[in-house]
């Protein structure tokens, strides 16, 4: 060879090792994993957020009327709504 041709494969300390190839497995989805961009997974946020907010009025709102009646008085069963919001938020996590 000529003092002025080089190789390119060759490297500071002699031949680069050849790279192993990698086999890409298909990805596998579960049916129960939402999207971040979904219009399912909008929809379930904004019923999160609904629930939140319901929560946020109802809790201080249910004690400030209890204490005002009476401070021993039993507890209400809780209504539909409550009952919905915890089995909202038990689905969520």
Known sequence: QPKGKHKLNKGVFGEKPNLPEY???AIRKSPFILLHCGALRATWDGFILLATLYVAVTVP???CV???REPSAARSAPSVCDL????LFI???
């Open 91 to 93: 689905l969520g996590t």
């Open 23 to 25: 086999k890409v497995a």
């Open 84 to 87: 919905a919001v915890e089995v």
């Open 61 to 63: 709102y249910s004690v």
């Open 66 to 68: 209890s204490t005002a």
